[in-house]
Structures are given as structure tokens and as C-alpha cells.
């Protein structure tokens, strides 16, 4: 059974930072690329950011620059390190392998 558990969020001032964590059991994890997706209320589901099994990462235009997707194979854990926040970003974020297996989410929002 695949099981893929988020964690990190919570609330963030603007400009400061948030350390998302998803834990996978139930697949080869490094064999699956990973993903963070966004939804903010009253929003579509949207991609954040890529990383390949090799480790090639990708980011949506929005999050370049202040976000960072990084994997730990050893521990079957991928990683979204989160900075200079913005009110924009409040959203529950959920992690996903390989386009298919989905966690719960994990709300952060960007509030002063």
C-alpha cells in the first residue's frame, strides 16, 4: 500500500521560510520522480516544483528563486525548503510520485 505523509506546514510571517517533508512507504522511491503541488481556496490544483529520479529538479516561474525540491533516497523522503514566503503562497500543499499516488496535504499559510 502506498503511503505518502506530509508534513512541515503551518504559519509563516511574509519573507520568512517553512520546510515541507513527505515520507513514502509502499514504492521504490528512488525510482519515482517527485512533485509538490499547491491549492490555494477557490483554485485549481497547480505544480510547484519537479524532481526527477536522477535529480533533476524543476520549477513553476512563481516559485523560482525561493523555493527548493530536494530528495533524500536513504530515507524515502522528498523535501520542498520554502523561503522569502508570500501571502500568495498560502495553500495546502500535497506531494505526489510519479503523477499518480497522492498524500494528504499539508496547509501552509503566509500571514502577518
Known amino acids: 500500500q502506498v503511503q505518502l505523509v506530509e508534513s512541515g506546514g503551518g504559519l509563516a510571517q511574509p519573507g520568512g521560510s517553512l520546510r515541507l517533508s513527505c515520507a513514502a512507504s509502499?514504492?521504490?522511491?528512488?525510482?519515482?520522480?517527485m512533485y509538490w503541488y499547491r491549492q490555494a481556496p477557490d483554485s485549481q490544483r497547480e505544480l510547484v516544483a519537479r524532481i526527477s529520479s536522477a535529480g533533476t529538479m524543476n520549477y513553476v516561474d512563481p516559485v523560482k528563486g525561493r523555493f527548493t525540491i530536494s530528495r533524500d533516497n536513504a530515507k524515502n523522503t522528498v523535501y520542498l525548503q520554502m523561503n522569502s514566503l508570500k501571502p500568495e503562497d498560502t495553500a495546502v500543499y500535497y506531494c505526489n510520485a510519479n503523477g499518480i499516488h497522492w498524500g494528504q496535504g499539508t496547509q501552509v499559510t503566509v500571514s502577518s
Open positions: 509502499g514504492i521504490i522511491f528512488s525510482r519515482y520522480a
